[in-house]
């Protein structure tokens, strides 16, 4: 199996396989799959993907034909796997742990140090994956798909875990490194109050190193100092 990073001629044979691997994974209907595909990889979102200097899209072929690709964002130190799918009839082979190795060393080549794996709570399959890897579940966020809002599960390299104390208001807190979102200035981090992260206490700005202690219901985050948004794509606002 050779890996590479995808192009824009890659267009039709991602948007095949993870057709295809959705409809074999999750219990999604027939149009909330087709609509997220078009959202996720159509010709326009596929090119501003390829486009994104923090976004890796790598593809696995056998015999130069396109077998499985990840989608991988890296935020500061961290790489998040948003998506790893093996086209449905390649599956049993082994080439999803291939892939996701291949897709490891390409993140830490970039200077990440911590891998996040992703994938909706409801993919049994997925989730053992994961574990399988040695990814340990640290926590759930959300993924809209179709206009709908899914819960995901948020898997850990726990090597990589690096809590940063600070204080707030004279009382200890953490910031957790591994636990990034993207902004448009900067990462948001989440803070937690304890160092078991059972307690989340709000995010914590990389731009301008202020706290951010309020979400909106949509799951939007803006720092009050620097103007620095996270847009509702992915969120947790469990305990906001």
């Not at 979102?45 to 923090?54: G, H, I, P, Q, T």
């Not at 086209?87 to 996040?116: C, K, N, Q, S």
Request: aromatic share 8%.
């Amino acid at each position: 199996m050779d890996v590479r990073e995808a192009t824009t001629a890659d267009g039709p044979a991602v948007r095949s396989i993870a057709l295809r691997s959705m409809e074999a994974s999750y219990s999604l209907s027939p149009s909330t799959i087709e609509n997220a595909i078009r959202q996720w990889y159509g010709v326009d979102s596929f090119a501003e993907k390829l486009d994104d200097d923090d976004v890796l899209v790598l593809v696995a072929e056998e015999d130069g034909e396109p077998v499985a690709f990840s989608e991988s964002v890296i935020a500061g130190d961290r790489g998040d796997i948003h998506w790893l799918h093996v086209a449905a009839m390649h599956r049993g082979r082994g080439l999803g742990r291939d892939l996701y190795e291949a897709t490891r060393e390409r993140l830490e080549a970039a200077g990440v140090e911590t891998i996040r794996g992703l994938v909706l709570a409801d993919n049994s399959e997925g989730n053992r994956f994961w574990e399988n890897q040695g990814l340990t579940k640290v926590g759930e966020g959300s993924v809209e798909i179709d206009g709908t809002a899914f819960v995901e599960n948020i898997y850990v390299d726990q090597e990589g875990v690096d809590l940063q104390p600070i204080v707030v208001d004279g009382s200890e807190h953490y910031v957790d490194r591994s636990d990034a979102d993207r902004g448009s200035e900067g990462e948001f981090y989440t803070v937690y109050t304890d160092e078991a992260r059972e307690n989340k206490y709000g995010y914590y700005c990389a731009s301008c190193e202020n706290l951010v202690t309020s979400m909106d219901a949509m799951g939007r985050l803006e720092c009050e100092e620097c103007g620095n948004t996270l847009k509702p794509t992915r969120w947790d606002a469990a305990y906001m």
